[in-house]
């Protein structure tokens, strides 16, 4: 199932060469006999076929120039090899797609059920998948025929079919319309989804009254509007609002009485959205009052924390007691930005920017300077939206004639922002913007002068930045790159900031960490490199070290901050402590020199100090590092917690108890602290009782999720599930846990550790219930971004079968291992 007809192994290049020896490194010792012999003579008939197709697939049909040329090259596959599998298939898709070769795809289900050996149910699954694809291009026409065709085939289309063909169906809000009436004619139920996707349509089309119209049939056939509902509303009111007089207003009453009443919680979207319409409608007022709203709201929060502590989060900025989702989101400082132009408020636009500065820049900085372990896809999004911040902050100053503010804010991004350059804006693109943002007939006063600077400004950063990447980027060595610096200081009589991030990212490539050392000393003897930049230099430079687990150099980076008087911060020493690794004796002197120097450790420091000492597996100085905490009045929040957790976990078969231990910080002290478990937490305890061999534990606390997702299932308004809850887990405390595939894992070790096949196969059918009945659903869906997190939820789901196999394996339960392998090597997209 998994190595031959799941779309997710398939794209993720799974060999099944190595599922294969996967599935026999379950196998314990002395456990080779009885069905596992029969299963591996299967396994191993398997591999070369499965081997032989994927490599036709890959040569043969990623290299067709056109439609016809694919489906010929699986004819002829058909006729030489007796069957097309499932990987040419989904592989043929992926090309037909890319040569956007949309009638083929059209007919690709059909000549998948002339084929030989392709099962019915597999053809129905990619026609889906090809609706989706239609539904992505707008093309409603090839849709329906899809459907129309699995209506003549017998193969039942289903409300998701249709949902695809309404959103394919654009701006033409009439076969929509159409398209839902043939829903229901066909005897279906239309849901939640199908509604929205009908919104989105009337939205995309800018019908107001259509809006209200789709709202009055949902509440006559009982169905509750979400965040999606609310938020496609309420940015059909952000299109419509120059059009149509009082969007505003219906805006903000959508916000706070109408989302309340369905007890749903506003999110950026619905903010920025309400706030776009305020604006629109020449309300930029209002639309700023609303921001200085939520501003309050978050303060309001904050001192609520328990004893005033901040959460992680909190210095993100924003963040309303109703919806913790909205901190720090950029989405909401670019609208009131907008605001502020529309009302030429530069005194405002500079204040919300030093707002942001002074916390979302400060920490998404921050993280981007971090050993990052994945989402960088979305720090990257977060990244370019906050220089599109900056680009609407330019505009307000120079709508408002204040050009020495605009030009100082362009310089901030053009010159000194280390994500600026690692996105590589162009200086002369964010120029263009910069004169898009003036107004006709205001091209007077300071406006050319700040104009003449700028030109000056983008040759050198361009020829700077050419140099960067041809010469820099091409260096075998720290010395090599260093010497090209130095050259670039003596002939063009200045190194720009440009030149030192890339020759740090060219340097850390390299592992040159001496090197990566010496380049804020250089900074700071270049000509034009003011004290800060270098400063700034060397804290990235220090989180690198804390990457690679180089403390001597990075307290090396930080004796040298001291002695040129730079004064390094919490920070740079945390990130220092974090370098220690598992040398917990080394981190604990760290602390220690951190208070001599009379600086006042946090939260951060102590969590970086948790993570040192599990990594050495000392349980001891877990207790030790508590203590300190609780005796200078420092809370603990869920980073402490699961560091905690995790060293029970790490420790367990090392002591006893751990199992008990871990379920006692889940009850008992994480409620006191009013730190809601997330899925790590729960899937860390499970591992603790695991280990300790308490499986019936690990599988104890499985069911309480379960039941407690139930539980909240029944509690919500009208019996009606929200858009997650069909993922199989949510406990009332918190529902991040929904359907991770973390917490399934540890629940099918378990499982395996007490030889629970009948467990083992329940917990898989619930995870093929749920979670991979939506994972493969958002798979096929047209997707706006995200396919990296998808990736890594296909992998943990690959992850949970291997497992699973293994459960059944040790048991002894051939069948079901041999069975389970096909599903995921045979049938699984």
Known sequence: HVALDHPMAFDLEADPAALKAQLEACLPEGESEGGWAEAQAIVDEMVPAIQENKMFAIQRIDQAQSGGEIRRHLRELEARKGEATRFH???ALDRLEALEAWQDIARLPRDMLKAKGVPVETARR?????????????????????????????LEPDVLHYTMAVHACGADWRKAFELMDHIEARGLK???????????????????????????????RGISPDIFTFNAILNSLAKNAEKYGGEGK???????EEMPRYQVAPDSFSFASAMQACEKCGDWRGALSLFDHIVDADEHATKLEEGGSRGPNARRGLRPNHDKRIIGHMRVFRSALVACARGKQVAKALEIIALLRGSVEVDLVKRWNEPSEGGRPMLEAEARDLLICYNVAIKACAIGNHMSEALSLYEHVALDHPMAFDLEADPAALKAQLEACLPEG???GGWA??????????????????????????AQSGGEIRRHLRELEARKGEATRFHYHRAL??????????????LPRDMLKAKGVPVETARRFATRAIGLFSKAKRTDLAMGMIDWLEAENLEPDVLHYTMAVHACGADWRKAFELMDHIEARGLKLDLISYNALLSVVTNAGERGKVDQVLKMMRSRGISPDIFTFNAILNSLAKNAEKYGGEGKRALALLFEEMPRYQVAPDSFSFASAMQACEKCGDWRGALSLFDHIVDADEHATKLEEGGSRGPNARRGLRPNHDKRIIGHMRVFRSALVACARGKQVAKALEIIALLRGSVEVDLVKRWNEPSEGGRPMLEAEARDLLICYNVAIKACAIGNHMSEALSLYEHVALDHP
């Open 89 to 91: 298939y989904h592989r």
């Open 126 to 154: 990619f026609a889906t998948r090809a609706i989706g694809l239609f539904s992505k291009a707008k093309r409603t026409d090839l849709a329906m025929g899809m459907i129309d065709w699995l209506e003549a085939e017998n």
């Open 190 to 220: 239309l849901d939640l989804i199908s509604y929205n996707a009908l919104l989105s349509v009337v939205t995309n089309a800018g019908e107001r009254g259509k809006v209200d119209q789709v709202l009055k049939m949902m509440r006559s």
């Open 250 to 256: 219906r805006a903000l009453a959508l916000l706070f």
């Open 442 to 444: 205001e091209s007077e």
């Open 449 to 474: 002068e700040a104009q003449a600077i700028v030109d000056e400004m983008v040759p050198a950063i361009q020829e700077n930045k050419m140099f960067a990447i041809q010469r820099i980027d091409q």
């Open 505 to 518: 990212d060219r340097l850390e490539a390299l592992e040159a960490w001496q090197d990566i050392a010496r």
